[in-house]
């Protein structure tokens, strides 16, 4: 079985500050990983995922995150956050051969000027 | 097209009557599902359906009923439902599944917003 562990439910930062959401995971097979945004009043949106091959894996938008196998972390990082990234963010895993996605917690990121 | 659409991505009914929400996409996609979201809560999955045939059940009260009519269209009927049925139904598609793909990445849809008086 795998489960998804989200420390933070809530991240305050300021604009143009760095911000690291945290992601652990467990699991005792091979695993997939995946960080989603959802904005108010919206469905989840791919941000970035990790399926295999380079541990540092970015999105489009600014954010990029690390596939650390030893410390079963997949933590999201952006150098300099907008008040756009305002949103939730759920990490989620995905076991080899497992249909199901199992979501963390979510944290919530919360951008102030 | 790369995206999964709902209909309607609002809803409010009584808890007498009978709606159907939709789900469509147009990706080729082989694996389609339904999941509940409860306010700052992450999506429960209800039901997972794989070329077409029910796969998984996630022992969902039968006053909710999916029906997938083809590879691109899936339907969730409601029936009977009370007001802690309240929520964000979410929709999405994969393209494979976790047997044959090796892994599962999802797309979803805006959702449909259900109140039930």
């Known amino acids: 079985a795998q489960s998804v562990t989200q420390l933070d439910s809530q991240v305050p930062v300021f604009e143009e500050a760095p911000v690291e959401l945290r992601c652990n995971y467990s699991?005792?097979?091979?695993?997939?990983l995946f960080w989603y945004v959802q904005y108010p009043n919206q469905g989840l949106q791919l941000l970035l995922k990790?399926?295999?091959?380079?541990?540092l894996v970015e999105s489009i938008n600014g954010f990029e995150a690390e596939f650390n196998k030893s410390q079963t972390s997949f933590h999201l990082r952006k150098p300099s956050v907008h008040i756009s990234d305002t949103a939730e963010y759920f990490c989620?895993?995905?076991?080899?051969?497992?249909?199901?996605?199992?979501f963390g917690t979510g944290t919530r990121l919360l951008v102030s000027p | 097209d790369t995206e999964v659409t709902q209909t309607p991505k609002h809803l409010v009914m009584g808890m007498t009557n009978k709606k159907s929400l939709k789900c469509e996409q147009h990706?080729?996609?082989?694996?389609m599902y339904w999941y509940k979201q409860k306010a700052k809560k992450p999506p429960e999955l209800m039901f997972v359906?794989?070329?077409?045939?029910?796969?998984i059940n996630e022992s969902v009260p039968s006053r909710f009923s999916p029906e997938c009519p083809n590879s691109s269209l899936l339907n969730l009927h409601l029936h009977a439902l009370q007001p802690e049925d309240s929520a964000l139904y979410l929709c999405?598609?994969?393209?494979?599944?976790?047997?044959?793909?090796?892994?599962?990445?999802?797309?979803f849809g805006p959702g449909t917003r259900l109140t039930v008086l």
């Open positions: 999405a598609s994969s393209p494979g599944t976790a047997e044959r793909e090796g892994y599962n990445e999802q797309f």
């Open positions: 359906y794989s070329y077409e045939k029910l796969s």
């Open positions: 990706m080729g996609h082989r694996a």
């Open positions: 699991s005792s097979v091979s695993v997939y």
């Open positions: 990790y399926l295999s091959g380079s541990t």
């Open positions: 989620a895993v995905s076991g080899a051969g497992f249909q199901k996605l199992v």
